[in-house]
């Protein structure tokens, strides 16, 4: 960890370095505003997390997720955005220039952008945590490789869902994808090429109840949620995409949020303290996409960018 923090005052300072963060980074150091960015423990955010890309305009074949992530962060340090190997973990508003506590030190800041994304959702039953590592994943890039001809089950019915099942396909003998309805959310042109694959199979209707093993995963235990039926499931991997919750709990009482913790903006980025803005997933439960949080990312920075002017007068 960085101790570059310690008593550093700066313009703009970014927390978060996935889409939202280095996209408000671009904006603000092309601002000439040096911005600092921390980076927190996942450089280029949950985007390099995934194998590929396709939906991220300008990259026709797609972008590898960490790739696009490094492309970011190139693009905004080329003007002159400084990336910390930082962590924040308490925040001042109460008073201008703004505090924020990482382990590295302490910053002070005149403007604040949060950009700390969103980590995945846990199904909460027995073995899923003693298992984590272990035969369970949510991340089909870092750990798939190790499914090599094994058989695999994958929980959830979105996109992140079917993508990250087809990228298992390459490695595993065969993909289960378990889902508690009787229907996908996912969009029809992954249904359709999860549908036409060989490995993939589907149980609908059902959850996962347990995780069984003692040294690694060796089997689940299903429960229909129709019927009540409990069978058991051999299986050597269970990766886990079944929704994210906002990393904003740092901002709790000190930031308007919503019930579910997203943090409260207006069509600006602003929240409802004057020069604190969010972007991305911290403040976006609807469209949770590398682009959508990319742009919020610059729009939080352009109106960051304006409000430093009109103090500067
Ligand atoms: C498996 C998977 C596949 C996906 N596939 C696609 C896809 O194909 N197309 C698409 O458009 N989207 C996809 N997404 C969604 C996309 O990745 C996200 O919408 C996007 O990354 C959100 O960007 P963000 O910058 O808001 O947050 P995140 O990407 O979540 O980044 C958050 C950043 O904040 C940092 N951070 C967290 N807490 C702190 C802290 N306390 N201090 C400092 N930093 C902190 C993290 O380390 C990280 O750098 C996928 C997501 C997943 C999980």
Redesign the pocket.
């Known amino acids: 960890m960085s101790n570059n923090g310690n008593g550093n005052h700066v313009k703009v300072l970014v ?9 408000a980074a671009l904006y603000a150091a092309r601002a000439e505003l040096a911005p600092v960015v ?13 194998h ?5 305009p300008g990259f026709p074949e797609g972008v590898g ?1 960490a790739q696009l992530g490094e492309l970011f962060q190139k693009q905004a340090e080329h003007f002159g955005a400084k990336v910390e190997y ?4 308490e925040v001042d508003f109460s008073q201008r220039p703004y505090m924020v506590k ?1 382990d590295g030190g302490e910053y002070k800041a005149d403007t604040v952008i949060i ?6 959702l846990h199904l909460e039953v027995p073995g899923e945590v003693e298992l984590t590592g272990r035969g369970v994943s ?4 870092c750990d798939g490789w190790f499914f090599k001809d094994k058989k695999v089950v994958i929980v959830g019915g979105g ?2 869902a079917f ?2 099942a087809l990228f298992i396909t390459r490695y595993a003998s065969s993909v289960t994808l378990i889902h508690r309805r009787d229907e996908f959310r996912a969009g029809a042109i992954l249904q359709k090429r999860a549908n036409e694959h060989p490995k993939m199979k589907f149980i609908l209707n059902t959850v996962v109840t347990e995780v069984l093993g003692s040294d690694k995963m060796e089997a689940l235990r299903l429960k229909n949620v129709k019927t009540g039926e409990e069978t058991i499931f051999e299986a050597d991997g269970l990766f886990i ?1 079944i929704g ?1 919750k906002p ?1 904003t709990e ?1 901002f709790q009482g000190k930031l308007s949020m919503s019930n579910l913790g997203y943090i409260q903006v207006n069509d600006k980025m602003e929240t409802n303290v004057p020069g604190v803005y969010a ?4 403040a ?1 439960p609807h ?8 742009g ?2 610059a729009a939080a920075a352009i109106q960051a960018t304006r409000f430093l002017e009109a103090e500067e007068g």
Not at 86 to 89: R, S, T
Not at 115 to 120: I, L, V, W, Y
Not at 279 to 282: I, N, R, S, T
């Open positions: 927390l978060g370095a996935g889409p939202a963060g280095l996209s921390l980076t927190g423990m996942q450089l280029g955010g949950q985007a390099a997390l995934t590929t890309i396709e939906n991220y997720g930082d962590l924040a973990n990482t950009s700390t994304g969103a980590s995945p949510y991340c089909a890039t996109d992140s993508e990250e995409f994210h990393n740092m972007a991305g997933e911290a976006d469209f949770r996409q590398v682009i959508t949080s990319a919020m990312g």
